[in-house]
């Protein structure tokens, strides 16, 4: 089969290599639709890559081509989701439901092949079925969607509450959606880009504030009769945003940190007080499993899809680009800024 191999940094190759057999308890699942994901960017684009060949994509959707001995759950013609974690099940956080912690994983996509390629095989318990209703674009949009809702659910979140959302990235998107399907009473985007909040208000945002704006804490104060916000979610993982979730939190409040940092954070004094003198609570949430697994973040992300609460808007998109041209779209990360969505590389192309 072809597939887009990595072969050394800066080195990734549409090639030919050996089309997976599913063993008991697997399934193979013939690949629509991966997107890349930020931490393939430096797989490929500088020296994060586990091991060399590699074929990377762990944001994935397709079609059942065929079951291993064993699988009763699933079977050809099914459309599915892959679910990238296979944790060990056998450590104490896995014996406790908290698969994301796991410290003996194996991860599809970067520490064994992946999806980007015609085919990949994976556990029975990795493919999440979907229902016609859901597109294979959605299908390859699960991960990032039950990302945003674990971080949800690491807070004790209730109805009628007032929502910050920090960074209006894919990930904010479903955030502020999810936040939505929960009973939020105002949930605020917050941005540098227009654009961005423009999509906010279009997805059901109550208001989008640009973060560039002399006045934008004012603003934001002003929507909470300058309480501050109830919960604050951080998606970004930029060092601004990080300190202004200190800074919009009402007393009491939960913060919740979903957003991945890139370089190192320092408070100062006065900032980091905040906490104390708000007494909020800050935690912060690590991919997307509970128990049973893969947990009700994929089965929820499935119902909604499928419902339409859960909206799934085409700006979401940045490009499709066949596999055959997939050192293509890595070329485009190498321009900062250019990629605005997320790019989907398609199998069947």
């Known amino acids: 089969m072809k597939a887009g191999v990595v072969y050394a940094p800066f080195d990734i190759r549409y090639d030919d290599i050996e089309k997976p057999v599913p063993k008991a308890g697997e399934v193979l699942i013939k690949v629509k639709y991966t997107g890349i994901c930020g931490s393939d960017v430096?797989?490929?684009n500088g020296n994060a890559c586990h091991f060399f060949p590699?074929?990377?994509g762990h944001e994935f959707s397709g079609v059942i081509e065929e079951i291993g001995e064993g699988v009763t759950s699933l079977k050809p013609g099914d459309r599915v989701a892959g679910v990238p974690l296979i944790p060990c099940m056998k450590c104490?956080?896995?014996q406790k439901g908290n698969y994301s912690l796991c410290k003996h994983y194996d991860f599809i996509g970067s520490r064994r092949f992946g999806s980007f390629?015609?085919?990949?095989?994976v556990p029975e318990i990795n493919a999440v079925k979907f229902e016609d209703e859901v597109s294979f674009e959605q299908g390859a949009f699960f991960e990032p969607a039950t990302v945003a809702l674990h971080g949800l659910l690491r807070t004790p979140f209730r109805g009628g509450k007032s929502v910050a959302i920090l960074g209006g990235g894919t990930v904010g998107m479903f955030v502020m959606q999810w936040a939505k399907i929960f009973g939020a009473k105002d949930t605020v985007v917050f941005d540098i880009v227009d654009e961005r909040l423009e999509l906010g208000s279009r997805l059901g945002a109550t208001a989008g504030i640009n973060t560039l704006e002399p006045d934008f804490m004012e603003k934001a104060m002003a929507i909470t009769e300058g309480r501050g916000f109830?919960?604050?979610?951080?998606?970004a993982g930029n060092t601004i945003t990080m300190k202004m979730a200190f800074q919009l939190a009402a007393n009491k409040a939960n913060v919740c940190f979903v957003g991945t940092p890139t370089k190192d954070l320092t408070f100062s004094v006065a900032e980091w007080e905040n906490m104390n003198r708000k007494e909020f609570t800050l935690t912060g949430s690590w991919m997307s499993y509970s128990a049973p697994f893969p947990g009700e973040e994929w089965k929820l992300v499935a119902h909604y899809f499928k419902t339409g609460e859960l909206k799934f808007d085409d700006s979401f998109i940045f490009k499709k680009i066949p596999l055959s041209r997939i050192p293509e779209a890595f070329e485009m990360y190498k321009t900062p800024g250019f990629v605005k969505g997320k790019i989907l590389i398609d199998s069947e192309s």
């Open 42 to 44: 430096p797989r490929v």
């Open 54 to 56: 590699n074929v990377l």
């Open 92 to 94: 104490a956080d896995c």
């Open 230 to 235: 109830d919960y604050v979610f951080e998606t």
């Open 117 to 121: 390629a015609e085919y990949v095989a």
